[in-house]
């Protein structure tokens, strides 16, 4: 049976075209050996772990948001400064430390960054359960965004080196079902906890939780050979050159393309729009629609998880169908979502009750994800093996740069502005600022199908025999 290269795991001292076979074909069985490896029960394993990180990730993210109100009482904030915390201050530090972390990644074992990150980010979200003023729960909160920059750039590398580029997409799909059921959790949770205790403990606990997901993702998940399930390209550039991935050469592969340029501004813009949502929803469905944290816990939680899941899992599915035969769905599918989304939205925020307002509020909440997935499996497939975790850290960075250090910020900035004036609607009015963002979304999205039309820049750039790309 070993003659037949499956019976037994290939090992570093197999010789190509020993035993009497042509030369090539036990590398070719090596590769398929390893890719049916990758793509097995185990690669489920990963993702799923990975996922359950991710999952814990955005919670901790998101649970300021979603206890908005206790904390604004106790604390005293304005909603500009809750937009700050939710924004600006977070972003900051998790944008701009994500792409050092890539680099890092790109060069060290992934794994042990994940666990490490992971294990930063609970405690300080532990912290934010012990902050006494606003200063203490803004360092507590830029902690948070400390540790997550280490998060999602080296889980997109991960995952790419597990599953094939046929099923990557799906794989990323089910991925990128974190946030939401993450959010999900958080408002169900969070708000239950709140609501029979206290705030404070919401923190505590699902910080807790953090550091076990730390020591998990640490003690099962095997760091990846990178490349381990692409296809290989006859014209790959020699592994010195492959070995020159910098983030400087990773942004100017986004300059100079621009799919690239378009897929994370146009990320960015919906971004904008999700996370200023988001961010007040919670705050807003309860001072304005008299909501209670208890119908939070129950009706808000259950949009969330059935609406962003479904709209993040089957924008996947249909990038994975259609991607191929029309590439230009990777900007039609998520622009065509975003006009859709429009007119709901209005009728999120200007409805009287609020069981009308989350009727509202679920089409724009499934199809206002539909960009998530097409942007990330656009980029990670546009992109050598290499350059694929500081690839998804520049996509991160410009897109919540963007998304989440601004929306929030920019909602939040004029809700105060309109205060003084409508003291008794004054986030209602101030969503509405969110419609022109839409369309901007919108704009992009469009742009990128068009281009993507012209079949170019929708698979990695060719590279000749001297190294340099076309």
């Given at each position: ?13 197999d ?6 076979m042509?030369?090539?074909k036990?590398d ?13 029960a ?23 948001s979603?206890?908005?109100k ?10 500009g ?11 900051l ?29 609970s ?11 606003y ?23 991960i995952?790419?080196d ?22 999900a959790?958080?408002?169900a ?32 998940i ?8 692409d ?7 020699p ?33 904008f ?21 208890d ?10 998880a ?8 089957l ?11 029309t ?52 980029v ?13 850290a ?11 250090g ?12 309109l ?6 609607n ?17 704009a992009?999205?469009?742009a990128?199908?068009r ?5 170019r ?14």
């Amino acid at each position: 049976m070993d003659s037949h290269g499956a019976a037994q795991r290939p090992t570093e001292g197999d010789v190509p075209g020993a035993g009497g076979m042509p030369p090539g074909k036990p590398d070719e069985s090596s590769r398929r050996t390893v890719h049916a490896a990758r793509s097995g029960a185990y690669a489920w394993i990963v993702l799923a772990l990975l996922w359950l990180v991710y999952v814990l990730n955005f919670l901790d993210r998101q649970l300021l948001s979603i206890l908005a109100k206790p904390i604004q009482d106790e604390l005293g904030l304005s909603d500009g400064q809750l937009g700050r915390l939710s924004g600006l201050y977070f972003a900051l530090f998790y944008c701009i430390l994500g792409v050092p972390v890539a680099w890092l990644a790109d060069r060290t074992n992934r794994v042990r960054i994940l666990a490490a990150a992971c294990a930063l980010w609970s405690a300080a979200t532990v912290a934010c359960g012990m902050a006494r003023n606003y200063g203490q729960l803004a360092i507590a909160r830029m902690s948070v965004g400390v540790g997550e920059a280490g998060g999602v750039p080296p889980s997109y590398s991960i995952i790419s080196d597990y599953f094939p580029a046929s099923r990557r997409g799906t794989a990323l799909g089910l991925f990128n079902l974190g946030p939401p059921i993450g959010q999900a959790l958080g408002v169900a949770f969070g708000a239950k906890i709140a609501a029979a205790y206290d705030w404070r403990l919401a923190f505590v606990v699902l910080g807790l939780a953090g550091l076990v997901a730390a020591a998990a993702v640490w003690g099962v998940i095997r760091e990846p050979r990178r490349g381990a399930t692409d296809a290989p390209v006859a014209t790959e550039a020699p592994p010195a050159a492959q070995a020159r991935v910098s983030f400087w050469s990773t942004l100017w592969t986004f300059a100079r393309r621009p799919t690239l340029t378009l897929v994370a501004l146009a990320a960015g813009a919906t971004q904008f729009v999700t996370y200023g949502t988001m961010a007040f929803t919670t705050l807003f469905l309860m001072r304005e629609k008299s909501m209670t944290l208890d119908q939070i816990a129950v009706w808000y939680a259950l949009l969330i998880a059935i609406c962003v899941s479904g709209g993040i899992f089957l924008s996947g599915r249909l990038i994975d169908r259609f991607a191929r035969r029309t590439p230009r769905v990777y900007g039609y599918l998520p622009g065509t979502a975003l006009a859709v989304s429009v007119p709901f939205f209005i009728g999120f925020v200007q409805a009287p009750t609020w069981p009308v307002a989350l009727a509202f509020l679920a089409v724009p909440t499934f199809l206002g994800h539909f960009y998530l997935t097409p942007a990330v499996t656009l980029v990670q497939n546009s992109v050598s093996a290499r350059e694929r975790t500081l690839a998804g850290a520049v996509l991160l960075l410009v897109m919540n740069l963007i998304g989440l250090g601004l929306g929030p910020t920019w909602l939040g900035a004029v809700s105060d502005w309109l205060r003084p004036a409508h003291p008794t609607n004054a986030l209602q009015l101030a969503f509405y600022s969110l419609i022109p963002f839409y369309l901007l979304a919108i704009a992009l999205h469009l742009a990128l199908g068009r281009r993507l039309g012209r079949g170019r820049e929708l698979l990695p750039d060719p590279v000749r025999p001297g190294g340099t790309a076309r």
